[in-house]
T-cell receptor
């Protein structure tokens, strides 16, 4: 089966600019996650969707970050305006809603550099 | 809150056995997962423990002690391709919501 797709793979922007990332989860996966991974750290959950509803966005900096999941499938994550500290890899993951092992499948990520 | 502790780096030689420990403090604990991530790659699932004891999957095994808030990942017959970062992650449940919290990762370097 096809894995989680993300685009773009790399993005370089200047601070105060805006940027958007796209994710297409594995077909049939109801749960979708966006993580931020800063170099040398583990992934940090930003937002979790169940179908097209938000389950958890407690760690999303809502003054500058926004996310949506259209029709319970694809999702976009936006940053506006970007700050230097937003430089990181943004990972999208998906999982089956009732997976016993709670296995998450990650996409290749988008590496964002803010200058 | 949630906190996880694991060593930042481990070095071992090909063919050896290495153990990566993870201690955690968390509320609503449900289970412990392990993920592998090669440089520039995506994290990939290795194992999950919900109950105390050892789970074995090929060369990799994972252990959990809920009473000690402790787990480890055991890698046997190390190969060069095992050089990667390994993350423990706690699965928590609250009000029907399941979430993973990742540790900072252990960078494993396998030497010839």
């Amino acid at each position: 089966e096809a894995g989680v797709a993300q685009s773009p793979r790399y993005k370089i922007i200047e601070k105060r600019q805006s940027v958007a990332f796209w994710c297409n989860p594995i077909s049939g996966h109801a749960t979708l996650y966006w993580y931020q991974q800063i170099l040398g750290q583990g992934p940090k959950l930003l937002i979790q969707f169940q179908n097209n509803g938000v389950v958890d966005d407690s760690q999303l900096p809502k003054d500058r970050f926004s996310a949506e999941r259209l029709k319970g499938v694809d999702s976009t994550l936006k940053i506006q305006p970007a700050k230097l500290e937003d430089s990181a890899v943004y990972l999208c993951a998906s999982s089956l809603a009732q997976a016993g092992r709670y296995e998450q499948y990650f996409g290749p990520g988008t590496r964002l550099t803010v200058t | 809150g949630q906190s996880l502790e694991q060593p930042s780096e481990v070095t071992a030689v090909e063919g050896a056995i290495v153990q990566i420990n993870c201690t955690y403090q968390t509320s609503g604990f449900y289970g412990l997962s392990w993920y592998q991530q090669h440089d520039g790659g995506a994290p990939t699932f290795l194992s999950y423990n919900a109950l105390d004891g050892l789970e074995e999957t090929g060369r990799f095994s994972s252990f959990l002690s809920r009473s000690d808030s402790y787990g480890y990942l055991l890698l046997q017959e190390l190969q060069m391709k095992d050089s990667a970062s390994y993350f423990c992650a706690t699965l928590t449940m609250s009000t029907g919501r399941r979430a993973l919290t990742f540790g900072s990762g252990t960078r494993l370097q396998v030497q010839p």
